[in-house]
């Protein structure tokens, strides 16, 4: 399989420390690194992010957005599925091995993410009063987020992976459960911990991470 040419990924060109290691092209940065596919930050600006152009690249203006010699693609799940597609690192040959990915991708973006995302806009981002009806409904989410993670700790029971093998479904799945970490969501589950705890210890993680923040760092204002 050959290696696309010319990558870009778009990221913000800064952030409020609050969200450092959570902005979502850690997710792509992360998947790139263990691919092996080097690539180059595209910078954006409030400014850009509302422009016709980059909207052209990124519909709702958001990062992350990737380029290459070949296409162009939003979302990061759809970015890191198309590397896995193509990076043996990342994603099983076995039709059946290739399926499990797909599904623990959508699995991890679309069953866990919603509630975590919903807890992170209450705690975090809604800055409005939080009453008792507030109140009551992150109560509501967080057994929601609860029910989530006891499948995954079961799921994880005995293997170091999602899927047996690290794969791009853990990329996924570890930078979703981030999101939790000013929470004790992740912290009281020791299975869970461990796991999050072995996948951002891999070199490539690390690697991504580094280079996430040190963009920032570079123009802070
Ligand atoms: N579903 C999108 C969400 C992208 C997203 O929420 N990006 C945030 C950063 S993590 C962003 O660009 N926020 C700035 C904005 O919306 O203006 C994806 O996974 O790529």
Known sequence: MTTPKDIQVSVLRWAPPIVHGLVRDLRVRWALEEAGWPYREHFVSPEAQASTKYRELQPFGQVPAFQSDELKLFES?????????????LMPQDPAGRADVTAWIFGALNSVEPPVMMLNVIDMLYQGPKGDDVQGLRGWIARWTESRLDVLERELEGKDYLLGRFTAADVLLTTVLRILRDTDFVKKRPLLEAYQRRCETRPAFQKALEDHLASFAQHAP
């Open 77 to 89: 799940g759809a970015i890191v599925l198309h590397i896995a597609e193509r990076s043996p690192a």
